[in-house]
């Protein structure tokens, strides 16, 4: 059959088998299967698939149609304009996150115009997506990027060699801030921040491929968030940042947390495009 057939059976086989977004989805999987950007997928569409090809691309729908994320199956995922490499084992980046990177930006841009030394960790780096898009952007900025997953580290390792990046963001094992042997101006962290009683009614994409340790904060979801905090006045720097992803009802508790672990500290809380409580911004005295 043609591209253009195939792509047009593998939208009808999505949609009745009830997967999001079946049109992009299955021009994404055949993409991947041809080694195509956009533009020349829809300039081949009108040729034949070879046998080998068309097996692969049932194959990718296939495991598709039993939930398995589309990230998962090409190995890549967008992420600020980047190219991410991904796998099981390691979360896909969200959308929602590059607000994260954005408040980053902002914050060590500022720092940056007052001194020529600033350091910047992400904690719990998983694909190293926001270590490496900070990186990417500020290369006056030191990056560092903590992780307890040795197969997440190795991943964002992959990354930053990918972009070209490894000689701009070090990787430390271990877990949260303990890893760090100096204080450091700007945290970042995109924790588990997902109750347990919502973590379990999650997609099947989600709840059964994704690992749990980087979505489940606990019965509030905020337990992992709660343990960095009790963390930051040891590792960040006096007049420091926290940047944190959050749940969009979590505002009210995650400052009361910042407000116990951190007295003093000014907390801003940032929406995201759909104009969700997203990101806090914590700035110590």
Known sequence: ??????LRRAVVTLRVNGIEEP????????????????AYLFLRLPDQLSDEQAVAY???LARRIRHTPTAYLTGRREFYSMSLAVGRGVL???PETEHVVEAALDVARAMLGTS??????????????????????????RVLATDLSPAALAVAGLNAKRLRLAGRVTFLGG????????????????????????????????????PRAALD???????????????????????GVVILEMQYDQATALTALVAER????????????????????????
Do not use: C
């Open 92 to 94: 896909i980046p969200r």
């Open 175 to 210: 877990d949260l801030l303990t890893p760090l042997t100096k204080q450091v101006e700007i945290i970042t962290a995109n924790l588990p921040y997902i109750p347990t009683a919502v973590w379990a009614a999650l997609p099947p994409e989600i709840r059964d491929h994704e």
């Open 23 to 38: 049109e992009l989805t299955a021009e994404v999987l055949l993409r991947h299967v041809l080694q195509l950007d956009r």
């Open 1 to 6: 059959m043609t591209g253009d057939e195939a």
């Open 116 to 141: 020529s030394r600033v350091t910047l960790v992400d904690v719990g780096t998983g694909s190293g997506a926001i270590a490496l898009a900070v990186a990417k952007q500020l290369p006056a900025l």
């Open 262 to 285: 951190l007295p003093g500290a000014a907390v801003a809380i940032l929406p995201d495009l759909a104009g969700h409580d997203r990101v806090a911004v914590i700035r110590s005295p």
């Open 217 to 239: 904060g606990g019965d509030d979801g905020l337990r992992v968030i709660d343990r960095l905090l009790a963390q930051v006045p040891a590792h960040l720097a006096p007049g």
């Open 58 to 60: 049932q194959d990718l």
